[in-house]
T-cell receptor, first 109, second 114 residues
Framework: LAKTTQPISMDSYEGQEVNITCSHN???????ITWYQQFPSQGPRFIIQ???TKVTNEVASLFIPADRKSSTLSLPRVSLSDTAVYYC??????????FGAGTRLTVKP | DVKVTQSSRYLVKRTGEKVFLECVQD?????MFWYRQDPGLGLRLIYF???????EKGDIPEGYSVSREKKERFSLILESASTNQTSMYLC?????????????FGPGTRLLVL
């Protein structure tokens, strides 16, 4: 199982761009990188997934360098409602993917 | 939209009781999962199932069992509840779609064992 390392917590202010980096040095060839978001008292929800280079959707962007040993989730112009825990997962399917402790993002006014 | 429902949002049980947590998904997903979540520890996988009547242990299966008699329903059973099983329990489902598999989570059941 590919192990991931991400910061325990981050603070930001409304309107700023937030970048959360995840390290996954032993990522395998078939592994995808998936990010989830979790609000208090709710289950995690899927944000974005990628294999290489850059992926963008209406919520976030995911940057993956050529060696794929890390990835960066980018949240543009965060608001208070983006305060949540963000999880980075690496794997080729649900059975091999594990949630770590995640990064607790706090957005301040 | 995928919907994953869990039988209770909050549950209070006594030590030694048998506890059933039910999870139902409406998207015909093959895979279903049970996690527990504790402060500072993230989500830890208890059991998963990839088909009816099939189950596999996750990382922390001790003290738990599961049942999957129908494709849409996955039950977590605490045979004899203990205080260290007080936790948030989350169910998820996903479809067999290779590397792009995404898990869909229910709202969670917060279990308190007294």
């Amino acid at each position: 199982l590919a192990k991931t390392t991400q910061p325990i917590s981050m603070d930001s202010y409304e309107g700023q761009e937030v970048n959360i980096t995840c390290s996954h040095n032993n990522i395998a060839t078939n592994d995808y990188i998936t990010w989830y978001q979790q609000f208090p008292s709710q289950g995690p929800r899927f944000i974005i997934q990628g294999y290489k280079t850059k992926v963008t959707n209406e919520v976030a962007s995911l940057f993956i360098p050529a060696d794929r040993k890390s990835s960066t989730l980018s949240l543009p112009r965060v608001s208070l409602s983006d305060t949540a825990v963000y999880y980075c997962l690496v794997g080729d399917g649900g059975f091999g993917m594990r949630f770590g402790a995640g990064t607790r993002l706090t957005v301040k006014p | 939209d995928v919907k994953v429902t869990q039988s209770s949002r909050y549950l209070v049980k006594r030590t030694g009781e048998k506890v059933f947590l039910e999870c139902v998904q409406d998207m015909d997903h093959e895979n279903m999962f049970w996690y527990r979540q504790d402060p500072g520890l993230g989500l830890r996988l208890i059991y998963f199932s990839y088909d009816v009547k099939m189950k596999e242990k996750g990382d922390i299966p001790e003290g738990y069992s599961v049942s999957r008699e129908k494709k849409e329903r996955f039950s977590l059973i605490l045979e004899s509840a203990s205080t260290n099983q007080t936790s948030m329990y989350l169910c998820a489902s996903s479809s067999l779609a290779g590397g792009s598999e995404t898990q869909y989570f229910g709202p969670g059941t917060r279990l308190l064992v007294l």
